[in-house]
């Protein structure tokens, strides 16, 4: 199966360690105006398989998730290759405090050999952001606070923005809603 890398911001990499977080959404990318229906042969659907449905409600071109089942994932987080006193990787999300002269690296230049953290792919599916429930807010790591109300739906819809940006939440995007478990 194949291997492939995921970002995930320090609060977030915090979650997953803490088994709050067992998945994730990211957007779909499509042409604008269009959606995401399921593929189909002979009227059976196929897992992970989709097609783009255009505006006029024609089928679009077969549409395939980067991700499906049974697929493994590392986790790249932001870092930093400590001093001369270190010899691993200093992990953001661990609050740890970096040494003299040091700068944190994006998660994006993470090398593969520096991630502490597997998943396993178990789930996926396409739907609309707004289609999240407060369970599913819940297995996205939130846990809902004081300024939500104690609502994780409305904290998991201010992370989406805090991640994507201003007005992001408002686009509704169709999503990849990635379910996943801690390999050991």
Not at 155 to 183: H, M, Q, T
Request: proline share 8%; net charge positive; aromatic share 10%.
């Amino acid at each position: 199966m194949k291997e492939r890398p995921i970002l995930f911001s320090a609060p977030m990499v915090r979650a997953i360690l803490a088994g709050q977080k067992t998945q994730t959404r990211r957007i779909v990318k499509l042409p604008p105006g269009c959606g995401v229906g399921t593929y189909t042969t002979d009227g059976e659907a196929l897992p992970h398989e989709y097609v783009i449905a255009e505006p006029d409600g024609d089928p679009g071109p077969p549409l395939r998730c980067p991700f499906a089942a049974g697929m493994n994932l590392w986790v790249k987080e932001t870092h930093c290759f400590g001093g001369s006193d270190s010899f691993g990787p200093i992990y953001r999300a661990s609050g740890a405090t970096l040494p003299a002269g040091a700068k944190w690296r994006p998660s994006i230049f993470m090398p593969r050999w520096a991630s502490r953290i597997n998943l396993r792919v178990t789930d996926i599916r396409a739907e609309r952001l707004h289609d999240i429930t407060e369970a599913g807010a819940r297995v996205e790591g939130c846990r809902g606070s004081v300024a939500t109300f104690g609502r994780a739906w409305d904290e998991y819809r201010d992370l989406w923005e805090e991640i994507n940006g201003v007005g992001a939440w408002k686009l509704n995007p169709w999503v990849w809603v990635v379910s996943f478990e801690v390999r050991r």
